[in-house]
């Protein structure tokens, strides 16, 4: 297994495009987190599905953002607009519902930046 | 709500000294704890958690709940310890909802 797989690796775009970030799970993974690391504030949760269903997105900054699971092997992270303060690396990490360590699974990261 | 503090954002150290990389958090209830590393351009990945009371790669941590601390030890740093190190914590009662404190960059000096 590859792991955890993000696409693209690195996106450079300018403030008021759109940015839409890729995750595939693990498979067989039934919970996905999206997260967003910044030397500031570190990692925080974004957002997380378990079984593609949206659990609790009290982490997406604002309504710029939103994410979507449509099947049990892919999900976006969506910036519409973008602006500079989004620069940041965005992890995906995802989860077996069985795992004896509730260990979560990172993906490479997206390292965006906006312009 | 919840919270992991990680007050360092850096700690650097020589080869060969101590390592210890603080944690606490703000909880009521009895959390999980874990620590997790980043390794220069690698994923990043489960060191350990409390509940294993193991050792890996010389580190320990126990979870001290009078404290309400989870403090990331090791007797002899190496250079290839050097790292981001978080730390993390998940509620019980099944909650899938991991929090992860600012992280501490570990420097470790030839």
């Known amino acids: 297994d590859a792991g955890v797989i993000q696409s693209p690796r690195h996106e450079v775009t300018e403030m008021g495009q759109e940015v839409t970030l890729r995750c595939k799970p693990i498979?067989?993974?039934?919970?996905l987190f999206w997260y967003r690391q910044t030397m500031m504030r570190g990692l925080e949760l974004l957002i997380y599905?378990?079984?593609?269903?949206?659990?609790?997105d009290s982490g997406m900054p604002e309504d710029r953002f939103s994410a979507k699971m449509p099947n049990a092997s892919f999900s976006t992270l969506k910036i519409q607009p973008s602006e500079p303060r989004d620069s940041a690396v965005y992890f995906c990490?995802?989860?077996?519902?069985?795992?004896?360590?509730?260990?979560?699974?990172f993906g490479p990261g997206t390292r965006l930046t906006v312009l | 709500a919840q919270r992991v503090t990680q007050p360092e954002k850096l700690l650097s150290v020589f080869k060969g000294a101590p390592v210890e990389l603080k944690c606490n958090y703000s909880y009521s209830g009895s959390p999980e704890l874990f620590w997790y590393v980043q390794y220069s351009r690698q994923r990043l990945q489960l060191l350990l958690r409390?509940?294993s009371r193991e050792s890996i790669k010389g580190f320990t941590a126990d979870l001290n709940k009078g404290e309400t601390s989870f403090h990331l030890k090791k007797p002899f740093a190496q250079e290839e310890d050097s790292a981001m190190y978080y730390c993390a914590l998940r509620l019980s009662g099944g909650y899938q909802k991991v929090t992860f404190g600012t992280g501490t960059k570990l420097q470790v000096i030839p």
């Open positions: 599905f378990n079984n593609n269903v949206p659990i609790d």
């Open positions: 498979s067989g993974h039934n919970s």
């Open positions: 990490a995802s989860r077996s519902g069985t795992s004896r360590y509730n260990e979560q699974f």
């Open positions: 409390h509940i």
